[in-house]
């Protein structure tokens, strides 16, 4: 005997196939206790979350007023607290801003040190 196979792909390989843009939001929902439907045949709408899917609209919406909306006459204001556009570093200008804030302390604390050590000295002599 032949066993069926069946999977389960992300919602986004429709429109994908249909030529529409889409993303994949991912969210760490596998092994995740509280979210056991990820990519099950329970995964459907019974099981939505209603703040998911208001976070996930009002961000889209955002972006796309972000993003498409040229009009300079359009006074949109956004959706509190998705209003801002908040410029996030990179994690690598983050770790070398604190590797050079890091080493600049050392250096500070080495050179506070030797200026006092020398002074001492010089007070002794």
Known sequence: SNPVSRSIIDDHIGFLDLGIPSADLIINFWDNPSWPYHHTTEDDISHISNYSLEVTGRTIEQFVYNNYITDPN???????????DMSIPDIQIIILLGLIFGFAGVAIIIALSIKKFVKKKEVNV
């Open 74 to 84: 359009y006074n949109y204001q956004g959706n509190r607290p998705w209003d801002v």
